[in-house]
């Protein structure tokens, strides 16, 4: 059954309504549900299916996946903990206990006379005993007629005491309310009435944080989302779900359908009497966290205004649902959904099952719509019955799928190891230098790569390279990915180009995959990164930024006395394209970590969130030179001995300021370098960097004025040359929360972490949102031709920038 609400508006979010849910809270009960240990540590999946979108005749579909949650495997477990703690700190008030203190039982023994109670299908009920058991009081639960014996027995399973009615669930309710009401101890219900209402509103502030995670993946903008298929219920998913909505996007938001069982309609038909009323059925339905007769008052108050349609589905619709999602239809990923937790996949395919429904819902080729599946198997026998399947058979599906949909480790090391040889070294390193020879080589196999895959193959008059793979939509601004082919004088193999290798690595896949993306995608390659021939580094990238002119970086002189204008030329990649023309919409580099962070704490992804701000300076100090012999200590100005100060005042300024300041003399000369001679020049570099600009400046302030004073002390002079200066970069927050939910869906650990290390992300960081993917480095090791990372945790790395780059390119 369909019913359109006449009652519905299109206005902003009113303030009363988002003075009792809003983002702001939400965001809070989302930071004191992260200090629970039974909550996953990063949000659920989105899962796109785009085959059963095809099939539908839509534009899109995601699935946020809530059996992801917790052990528990509903998104029940984001409620009733939550309101469960801020209940106990209200009562409180003056004890001063925190989330993460309460979550860790450490206020158990004050709380050991403290009762809870509540009724429930089974997920609520399980998820406030399992929250009880945390903080260390007692829960009480009321179960009515319906509730499975294999439901029952997983609440017991979490210190929950068990209490049993004959009536359905509404009798269960006010069952608890009376054993309070007699015992003096406290509901905690999803569901609202007369007088109680601020133990619910908590409740689906908890379940807002699952909006709240969907839509900090979206873009700034229209909503990324036409429609959002909702489960009915007593309203308080729902009415989470649309508060955050309604809130963000406002006149604009996307329409609301909300879903129930035929049997349990309370929800049609308080919209059909324009106020809260009782189902019209037997309420007793396979969906039974949806079982319920009437709706909470409160959630009401949310959804009266905002849903544009409420429609009912038969038991059968909602089992031909779970299985469909089970089997990974039309080739998307196969996802474990309870029968609860389809029930807005059922109604979606009810109303594009009839013309008169896609009508009635606005559904057509433009839609993508936002589903929910709200549980797993959280009765494990029963999904066996309905679904044919066990869960632990369709969790292996879904895993071979994502290892299906994954880059192949032997083909993207295949790449590796080929253009590893060009500049290789006799200890397996590589030298390939920029705009060497061996520079050119690797550059010439890069191109002949990318029109291999058919690219569109761009040079700029830098000597950038771009391989554009075309999109559906023209004009529209690309998902740029890559990095650099230069080396160190003997660096490894993996630096600067596995991030170029990957993105070759992603098209190839993509092409296989017959995916069309509506933004363009491009591979680039920028010239000199590593700053060894010519200063300074990321001077490809920076010229493409805009940060420093095309004619000075041609007309910069290299270590070797060339300028890079004219060997730019001789190995023939000085091009036509005008700097800085291709302008993207959003910037990913892969690369290696170049440190021992994530294989230490045995992370396989690393989510890049800043890079350090990088000051190098040229230090000349002129003494005189003197006989080694003959010439008192105190009558030297001994430029070698002055450059050895400044090295272990740069070493200990670094310990002393801490905070992720370091610091490095890298390279030292003295004249005239003989052994018996007082040097009478030294030169030498320092680097100092920090993610903190203020820091940074201090060291930099304190390094000059320790130079004055040693001038001064020794009797020499010492003059100082920038030679670059890069302040700290903060990475694009949304392409982090990317990164790190593709990961999650592979079952990836992740870190988010500063680099130290100069990268061209931090250049296209000034001109989109830009963001880093880090994955293990062997011992920490880089720059070295021992560098090493094993082709699993390559083509991890790689198959998480395919994630990214398939949803950014969707944009």
């Given at each position: 059954m369909i019913f359109q609400n006449p009652n519905t508006t299109r206005q902003p979010y009113p303030p009363a309504l988002q003075a009792l849910l809003n983002q702001d809270a939400c965001r809070a009960g989302r930071e004191a549900l992260s200090q629970w240990s039974l909550l996953a540590p990063q949000p659920t999946p989105l899962w796109p299916q785009p085959?059963?979108?095809?099939?539908?005749?839509?534009?899109?579909?995601?699935?946020?996946?809530?059996?992801?949650?917790?052990?528990?495997?509903?998104?029940?477990?984001?409620?009733?903990?939550?309101?469960?703690?801020?209940?106990?700190?209200?009562?409180?008030?003056?004890?001063?206990?925190?989330?993460?203190?309460?979550f860790a039982g450490r206020?158990?023994?004050?709380?050991?006379?403290?009762?809870?109670?509540?009724?429930?299908?089974?997920?609520?009920?399980?998820?406030?005993?399992?929250?009880?058991?945390?903080?260390?009081?007692?829960?009480?639960?009321?179960?009515?007629?319906?509730?499975?014996?294999?439901r029952e027995t997983a609440i017991a399973a979490c210190g929950a005491e068990i209490v049993r009615i004959a009536g359905n669930y509404d009798a269960s309710v006010a069952e608890a309310a009376r054993l309070a009401e007699a015992n003096g101890w406290d509901v905690i219900s999803d569901t609202s009435y007369e007088g109680y209402e601020a133990v619910p509103r908590d409740v689906m502030q908890g379940y807002a944080v699952i909006a709240d995670e969907a839509l900090e993946l979206a873009p700034d903008g229209p909503c990324p989302y036409s429609h959002v298929v909702l489960q009915g219920g007593v309203g308080g998913l729902a009415a989470g779900i649309v508060s955050l909505f309604w809130q963000r996007y406002g006149a604009a938001r996307p329409r609301f359908i909300v879903v129930e069982p035929e049997q349990a309609d309370c929800l049609l038909q308080s919209a059909r009497a324009g106020r809260p009323a009782p189902a019209g059925g037997s309420v007793d339905s396979v969906m039974a966290g949806l079982a319920c007769g009437e709706p909470s008052p409160l959630a009401w108050r949310f959804l009266q205004p905002?849903?544009?349609?409420?429609?009912?589905?038969?038991?059968?619709?909602?089992?031909?649902?779970?299985?469909?999602?089970?089997?990974?239809?039309?080739?998307?990923?196969?996802?474990?959904?309870?029968?609860?937790?389809?029930?807005?996949?059922?109604?979606?395919?009810?109303?594009?099952?009839?013309?008169?429904?896609?009508?009635?819902?606005?559904?057509?080729?433009?839609?993508?719509?936002?589903?929910?599946?709200?549980?797993?198997?959280?009765?494990?026998?029963?999904?066996?019955?309905?679904?044919?399947?066990?869960?632990?058979?369709?969790?292996?599906?879904?895993?071979g799928w994502l290892a299906r949909q994954a880059i192949a480790e032997d083909r993207l090391l295949a790449r590796l190891n080929e253009h590893g040889a060009i500049g290789a070294t006799a200890d397996g390193g590589v030298c390939r230098l920029a705009l060497s020879d061996a520079d050119r080589a690797g550059r010439d196999r890069l191109v002949a790569w990318m029109r291999e895959l058919g690219l569109a193959v761009q040079i700029d008059a830098i000597g950038n390279i771009f391989g554009t793979r075309a999109g559906t939509e023209p004009g529209a601004a690309p998902v740029m990915v890559g990095s650099h082919i230069d080396t160190v004088a003997n660096g490894g193999r993996y630096d600067g180009n596995y991030g170029v290798l990957a993105g070759l690595e992603v098209l190839r896949r993509l092409d296989e995959d017959g995916v069309h993306t509506r933004r363009p995608?491009?591979?680039?390659?920028?010239?000199?990164?590593?700053?060894?021939?010519?200063?300074?580094?990321?001077?490809?990238?920076?010229?493409?930024?805009?940060?420093?002119?095309?004619?000075?970086?041609?007309?910069?002189?290299?270590?070797?006395?060339t300028r890079l204008g004219d060997e730019l030329r001789r190995i023939g990649y000085a091009g036509e394209l005008p700097v800085g023309s291709i302008r993207p919409h959003a910037y990913v580099e892969l690369h290696i970590e170049q440190g021992p962070v994530l294989e230490a704490e045995a992370a396989a992804i690393g989510a890049v969130a800043d890079l350090q701000g990088i000051s190098w300076q040229e230090i000349v100090i002129r003494g005189q030179s003197n006989h080694a012999g003959t010439t008192p200590m105190r009558l030297r100005h001994d430029a070698g001995h002055a450059a050895a100060a400044v090295a272990v005042f740069v070493r200990e300024l670094a310990l002393r300021l801490g905070a992720g300041q370091v610091a490095t003399v890298g390279r030292l000369e003295l004249q005239p370098g003989l052994i018996n001679v007082i040097a009478s020049q030294a030169t030498l570099t320092v680097d100092l960097r920090n993610s903190d600009e203020d820091?940074?400046?201090?060291a930099e302030a304190e390094l000059q004025a320790f130079l004055q004073r040693l001038a001064e002390?020794?009797?020499?002079?010492?003059?100082?040359?920038?030679?670059?200066?890069?302040?700290?970069?903060?990475?694009?927050?949304?392409?982090?929360?990317l990164i790190e939910a593709a990961a999650a869906g592979r079952g990836l650990a992740t870190r988010r972490m500063t680099s130290g290390a100069g990268h061209d992300a931090q250049m296209l960081a000034r001109i989109c949102p830009a963001?880093?993917?880090?994955?293990?480095?062997?011992?920490?090791?880089?720059h070295n031709p021992r560098e090493h990372t094993s082709a699993a945790e390559l083509a991890q790395g790689a198959s998480v920038l395919l994630d990214v780059v398939r949803r950014l390119a969707a944009e």
């Open positions: 085959g059963l979108a095809a099939a539908l005749g839509l534009a899109g579909i995601d699935i946020k996946d809530e059996s992801r949650r917790s052990a528990l495997a509903s998104f029940k477990a984001l409620g009733a903990p939550l309101a469960l703690l801020w209940r106990v700190q209200r009562r409180w008030p003056d004890a001063g206990w925190s989330a993460a203190a309460l206020h158990a023994q004050a709380l050991a006379g403290y009762t809870v109670v509540s009724a429930t299908d089974g997920n609520h009920g399980r998820a406030l005993a399992a929250a009880a058991q945390s903080l260390g009081c007692r829960c009480v639960i009321v179960l009515h007629a319906q509730v499975s014996a294999e905002a849903v544009d349609l409420f429609m009912t589905v038969g038991d059968e619709a909602a089992v031909a649902a779970m299985r469909r999602l089970a089997e990974g239809a039309h080739g998307d990923v196969p996802v474990l959904a309870g029968e609860s937790g389809v029930a807005g996949l059922a109604g979606l395919l009810a109303l594009c099952a009839r013309p008169d429904g896609r009508a009635a819902a606005g559904l057509d080729a433009g839609s993508r719509v936002l589903l929910i599946s709200t549980e797993g198997a959280t009765a494990p026998a029963l999904y066996r019955e309905l679904v044919g399947r066990d869960a632990d058979a369709v969790l292996a599906a879904q895993r995608i491009v591979v680039a390659a920028f010239t000199n990164e590593e700053g060894v021939r010519y200063q300074p580094d990321m001077l490809g990238s920076l010229v493409h930024a805009g940060g420093l002119a095309l004619q000075d970086a041609l007309d910069t002189v290299g270590s070797d006395g820091r940074l400046r201090q002390q020794e009797g020499v002079t010492i003059t100082a040359r920038r030679l670059a200066r890069f302040e700290p970069v903060v990475f694009d927050p949304r392409l982090l929360r963001a880093m993917i880090f994955v293990p480095s062997a011992g920490g090791l880089s």
